[in-house]
């Protein structure tokens, strides 16, 4: 993009002229970078002491709505330090973990200075370096204990080179960033430093932007032809725009993403958009966070938000928040003319054969795996809990799609779960709350015109879902029979990586599982000789069955020898077809959600 736009561009957002209170709110951050090498970041707080009694609790949160782990925010804050208006200091201690307790001397507004250590790069974390900082707001701002209501401003001190600020947040004509209270500035990241921006769209007068550090060789103005597609579809379905800018912000390389209401930040390097499997993924996931903004920030399960950001906030309904998104992402890329009706065929069949590939189905609901991701830990399950959970993330798009076209079949193809998502807009979010598990349920049903028990019975069982029967409600079949392979079969899958090959995957009732093997397992000797996946697939291939493998394996320090007996390979491949001889309604039903018509 020319410079000159990119300096017009920078200078719109940076002015962009919200409604700015007039009043100055009662806390101000200033946040500085001169020890931006060593990766930290000075905060200077001032705020006006609101709480009665001898002292006032500074509280730091311990998650980040949209990521469900309890993270060590409050570890990398040190050099706390608070005084009065005069610039005296003032006794304090850690009342606990999150918690600083500031003893007051009578004077209304006190100071605060601390520093923060920011080195990891991922969209839950602030990152601070000498060319670039990514401000993930729970992990920087304190509040004090029950006035999260109050309004706050951010002076953001850029140190000298660094050109652009991007967010979500109104800035003031000062150019300080303001939030109306906390929720909205611990819902606000902030990337900082010399970004490169992809050009504006408009969807029905509102600016989408798209600013990124370091976003490698990316197409910008092609990715955001791509978005805009995808946002008019998305914002057509639900039939209101709830934001009054929406940025996307791209922290550079590195993996997720996390949704806020009106901006999404995510890892990002635009290199795998040249290709087309590469596209299809990238915008499925741009699509998943964008989408999130109705359907988790918006339509939330009633457990998320108001936000109790001192401990988990568990919901048994994370499969409709995520998975619901992933079965969107999907279906508005399809709808957009991004993907074909089969390529978006192929992208559920393929989260249905990773769901009922796995182990887990036997033990976990997905209704369960909701509750209890909070125990996964910020880096994801390992080990036996991985052959004991599934994700909601492969089974929640499969019940989306199931509920879907369920709905579609009792109301002669005029209401779909599109409806749904609708009626819990209006009905909740719009009343200023989340929905309960009876009130999604009681929602689905108003809108199928009946009872939904049988569809209901694969979110809290772990029955096995009657595909044959809801896919036939759009004319596909699937195969679910089991298929013999060529060669023997161990029932798991490894990848190599650094010379060791290293167990990704194990099917439910293999002799892999049988035997024990675990996920995350290192393999180092097969039969005695060096474990690797040429080898395996070389013993796999001329194996006859009940023929005996071991397996020398190092998991979490110890060494174990693993005796398998090789069983014939069989598949369950889930293939999907047309069929032929589909009801007219169902060809309705199928042509109309592809095409959203
Ligand atoms: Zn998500």
Same mark, same amino acid.
């Given at each position: 993009?020319?410079?000159?736009?990119?300096?017009?561009?920078?200078?719109?957002?940076?002015?962009?002229?919200?409604?700015?209170?007039?009043?100055?709110?009662?806390?101000?951050?200033?946040?500085? +970078?001169?020890?931006?090498?060593?990766?930290?970041?000075?905060?200077?707080?001032?705020?006006?002491?609101?709480?009665?009694?001898?002292?006032?609790?500074?509280? @730091?949160?311990?998650?980040?709505?949209?990521?469900?782990?309890? @993270? #060590?925010?409050?570890?990398?804050?040190?050099?706390?330090?608070?005084? #009065?208006?005069?610039?005296?200091?003032? *006794?304090? !201690?850690?009342?606990?973990?999150?918690?600083?307790?500031?003893?007051?001397?009578?004077?209304?507004?006190?100071?605060?200075?601390?520093?923060?250590?920011?080195?990891?790069?991922?969209?839950?974390?602030?990152?601070?370096?000498?060319?670039?900082?990514?401000?993930?707001?729970?992990?920087?701002?304190?509040?004090?204990?029950? =006035?999260?209501?109050?309004?706050?401003?951010?002076?953001?001190?850029?140190?000298?080179?660094?050109?652009?600020?991007?967010?979500?947040?109104? $800035?003031?004509?000062?150019?300080?960033?303001?939030?109306?209270?906390?929720?909205?500035?611990?819902?606000?990241?902030?990337?900082?430093?010399?970004?490169?921006? +992809?050009?504006?769209?408009?969807?029905?007068?509102?600016?989408?932007? +798209?600013?990124?550090?370091?976003?490698?060789?990316?197409?910008?103005?092609?990715?955001?032809?791509?978005?805009?597609?995808?946002?008019?579809?998305?914002?057509?379905?639900?039939?209101?725009?709830?934001?009054?800018?929406?940025?996307?912000?791209?922290?550079?390389?590195?993996?997720?993403?996390?949704?806020?209401?009106?901006?999404?930040?995510?890892?990002?390097?635009?290199?795998?958009?040249?290709?087309? &499997?590469?596209?299809?993924?990238?915008?499925?996931?741009?699509?998943?966070?964008?989408?999130?903004?109705?359907?988790?920030?918006?339509?939330?399960?009633?457990?998320?938000?108001?936000?109790?950001?001192? /401990?988990?906030?568990?919901?048994?309904?994370?499969?409709?928040? %995520?998975?619901?998104?992933?079965?969107?992402?999907?279906?508005?890329?399809?709808?957009?003319?991004?993907?074909?009706?089969? /390529?978006?065929?192929?992208?559920?069949?393929?989260?249905?054969? &990773?769901?009922?590939?796995?182990?887990? *189905?036997?033990?976990?609901?997905?209704?369960?795996?909701?509750?209890?991701?909070?125990?996964?830990?910020?880096?994801?399950?390992?080990?036996?809990?991985?052959?004991?959970?599934?994700?909601?993330?492969?089974?929640?798009?499969?019940?989306?799609?199931?509920?879907?076209?369920?709905?579609?079949?009792?109301?002669?193809?005029? *209401?779909?779960?599109?409806?749904?998502?609708?009626?819990?807009?209006?009905?909740?979010?719009?009343?200023?709350?989340?929905?309960?598990?009876? !009130?999604?349920?009681?929602?689905? %049903?108003?809108?199928?015109?009946?009872?939904?028990? #049988?569809? +209901?019975?694969?979110?809290?069982?772990?029955?096995?879902?009657?595909?044959?029967?809801?896919?036939?409600?759009?004319?596909?079949?699937?195969?679910?029979?089991?298929?013999?392979?060529?060669?023997?079969?161990?029932?798991?899958?490894?990848?190599?990586?650094? #010379?060791?090959?290293?167990?990704?995957?194990?099917?439910?009732?293999?002799? &892999?599982?049988?035997?024990?093997?675990?996920?995350?397992?290192?393999?180092?000797?097969?039969?005695?000789?060096?474990?690797?996946? &040429?080898?395996?697939?070389?013993?796999?291939?001329?194996?006859?069955?009940? $023929?005996?493998?071991?397996?020398?394996?190092?998991?979490?320090?110890?060494?174990?020898?693993?005796?398998? /007996?090789?069983?014939?390979?069989?598949?369950?491949?889930?293939?999907?077809?047309?069929?032929?001889?589909?009801?007219?309604?169902?060809? =309705?039903?199928?042509?109309?959600?592809?095409?959203?018509?």
């Amino acid at each position: 993009m020319p410079v000159r736009l990119l300096l017009k561009l920078v200078l719109f957002i940076a002015v962009f002229p919200f409604a700015i209170s007039a009043q100055k709110p009662a806390v101000q951050f200033q946040l500085g +970078f001169d020890s931006a090498t060593q990766h930290r970041l000075s905060v200077h707080m001032d705020f006006q002491v609101k709480n009665e009694g001898d002292y006032t609790d500074l509280v @730091m949160p311990r998650w980040m709505p949209g990521y469900y782990q309890l @993270m #060590d925010y409050p570890e990398n804050v040190s050099a706390f330090a608070a005084m #009065d208006k005069d610039g005296k200091p003032l *006794r304090w !201690e850690k009342a606990d973990v999150n918690t600083w307790r500031v003893y007051k001397t009578g004077k209304p507004v006190i100071t605060v200075t601390y520093s923060v250590l920011a080195t990891r790069n991922f969209v839950a974390n602030p990152l601070v370096d000498s060319a670039h900082a990514f401000l993930a707001p729970p992990g920087i701002y304190l509040h004090e204990e029950n =006035q999260l209501q109050q309004p706050v401003a951010v002076h953001v001190l850029m140190p000298a080179g660094w050109k652009h600020i991007a967010t979500g947040l109104d $800035q003031d004509a000062a150019g300080k960033l303001i939030a109306p209270d906390y929720d909205v500035l611990y819902d606000s990241p902030v990337l900082l430093g010399n970004l490169d921006s +992809f050009p504006v769209f408009t969807v029905k007068g509102i600016p989408h932007y +798209f600013m990124a550090y370091q976003p490698g060789a990316t197409n910008g103005a092609a990715l955001m032809k791509d978005l805009k597609k995808i946002v008019e579809k998305a914002t057509d379905m639900m039939g209101v725009i709830p934001y009054k800018k929406y940025v996307f912000l791209g922290i550079g390389a590195g993996r997720g993403g996390i949704e806020h209401l009106n901006s999404a930040a995510v890892g990002f390097t635009g290199d795998g958009y040249n290709t087309e &499997a590469g596209r299809q993924q990238l915008l499925s996931f741009l699509a998943h966070e964008y989408f999130h903004h109705y359907n988790a920030k918006r339509i939330r399960p009633i457990e998320l938000g108001p936000f109790d950001y001192n /401990q988990e906030n568990r919901t048994r309904l994370l499969w409709v928040a %995520e998975g619901i998104t992933s079965y969107y992402d999907e279906l508005l890329l399809c709808r957009a003319g991004l993907t074909t009706p089969e /390529q978006l065929v192929e992208s559920l069949r393929h989260s249905l054969q &990773a769901y009922e590939s796995g182990p887990g *189905r036997l033990f976990q609901s997905v209704s369960q795996a909701s509750y209890d991701t909070w125990s996964d830990g910020p880096f994801g399950r390992t080990g036996d809990v991985v052959n004991k959970t599934i994700s909601f993330y492969d089974k929640g798009p499969v019940l989306g799609w199931m509920l879907d076209w369920r709905i579609r079949h009792m109301t002669q193809n005029k *209401r779909s779960l599109d409806d749904v998502m609708r009626l819990l807009y209006h009905r909740y979010y719009e009343k200023g709350r989340g929905y309960t598990e009876a !009130e999604f349920r009681s929602g689905c %049903e108003e809108i199928a015109g009946r009872d939904l028990s #049988d569809f +209901f019975a694969y979110v809290y069982t772990v029955e096995t879902p009657n595909y044959p029967r809801y896919l036939g409600y759009g004319g596909l079949l699937i195969d679910t029979s089991w298929q013999k392979q060529p060669g023997g079969w161990l029932g798991f899958s490894g990848a190599e990586k650094n #010379d060791t090959l290293r167990v990704t995957h194990i099917s439910t009732a293999s002799p &892999a599982w049988k035997a024990g093997l675990l996920p995350g397992t290192a393999i180092l000797r097969i039969n005695d000789q060096r474990a690797s996946t &040429a080898l395996l697939q070389s013993l796999l291939m001329t194996a006859t069955e009940k $023929q005996i493998i071991q397996l020398d394996t190092w998991h979490k320090g110890q060494l174990k020898r693993l005796s398998m /007996q090789v069983a014939t390979g069989k598949i369950q491949p889930f293939t999907i077809s047309k069929n032929q001889q589909a009801s007219n309604l169902a060809k =309705q039903i199928f042509a109309s959600w592809a095409s959203g018509k």
